[in-house]
């Protein structure tokens, strides 16, 4: 079909074929769409690697990146082990599970309800997990699982803290931390490795590497939870009273913050796996690398671009040509996390890489490789979930006590009423009447 059209062109000229003109007016512009898309598209993993038999756990990975990083795994025969807020037996998830195993042509797709905004739900499952006398296989974490609340009120969790720094942070170092042993159990030979996701963008701008936001946040929402209980009354900040009418300041966000920590533990994790002498002398089989993914259009970045609001959402989708064209898809966005996860030459050494387009990068914060700042952050955390572990545990024995009491209650209600012993009819029952019927 070209070759009749051109022949005719040079021949007759360019005028004698439809819309000739129109068309050659058209193709610079979309010759320049597509080399911007594919230059904003971002690099291409090339690596491959066999992936039967792994054991891949993953938190996010039914949305996002997390879906299609947990769509390509599973292609490629990995045992897939999605950590999810919800049950198994959700109805959404089962239709997710088993339309991933159809397409895929992978039955190993399992799901585990791990609630990641609830310390006591990562404690129930990963000790679930090591509790076994032989150390379960472990492959892979894929640590995908993020949140960027919309609001300018702080969203806080069951646990009272900042949603933003326990989902982001916390409870990365709360799963990981648990699961040490079952990582450091695996055999010498085995290819080990915990995939971070980054945020350069987010991290650099974190400002100084300050947990002082952190405690003030949660003495903050301490107090204003023991207000609610009290009465619904909040006691008044000394600047709130020396000036009423001040408006009071909107909290900061610990995006930044969250995302610092989390590179920061990613280098403590890998110094604490290679701290550990093994019975077989060997070196440590876990390396953690660290990925950015980069700009890309997932739940959570919608999520922040619209502000959660119905007119950021219109604005959106008036832009959305734009955003097409400069964000990567979540596919587009995976192929970092595939290249940690499949390049040959990051299951040796001793790790803590940091990846970006598919190749090494150097971190962009001299903190994240601080021993000292390590060290000062990973006890920071273990004090904060010890103690917000056990106003938990106060808080459930409080619950479960309140509706057993419900419950007698309740059974004490419906049972019948115990007849009296002088009664007519009780006397009939104990067969002491006058005689008559013998």
Known sequence: MPIPLIVQGVTEGVSSIPFAWTILKLTPWVLVIAVLKFYFGGARNASERVMHSKVVMITGGTSGIGAQITKALATRGAQIILLTQHAPSDVFLVEYIEDLRRTTNNQLIYAEQVDLASLHSI?????????????????????????????????????????????????????????????????????????????????????????????????????????????????????????????????????????????????SFQRHLNAFKRPDGQPPATRVIMVDPGFTRTPGMRRWMTGGSLWGLLVYLITWPVWWLVLKSPQQGAQSFLYAAMEARYGRDEGGWMIKECREVDVARREIRDEAAGKLLWEFSEKMIEVKEKESAVQRAVAKKEAEQKEAAAEQKAAPKAQTPGSRRSRKGNGSGDGSGK
């Open 123 to 267: 404690r129930t499952f990963a000790t679930k997990w090591i509790d076994n006398v032989t150390p379960r296989r472990l492959d892979m974490i894929i640590l995908c699982a993020s949140t960027t609340p919309p609001t300018p009120q702080k969203h806080l969790t069951g646990d009272g803290l900042d949603e933003e720094w326990q989902v982001n942070y916390l409870a990365n170092f709360h799963l990981l931390s648990i699961l040490s042993p079952a990582l450091r159990a695996q055999p010498a030979h085995r290819d080990v490795r915990v995939i971070f996701a980054g945020c350069s963008s987010s991290y650099i701008r974190a400002g100084g590497f300050d947990l002082r936001k952190v405690e003030d946040r949660t003495a903050a929402a301490g107090q204003q939870k023991a207000g609610k209980n009290g009465g619904g009354k909040t006691k008044k900040s000394s600047a709130q009273k020396t000036n009423p009418h001040k408006k009071t300041q909107r909290p900061e966000s610990l995006f930044g913050l969250s995302k610092l920590a989390l590179m920061v533990f990613a280098h």
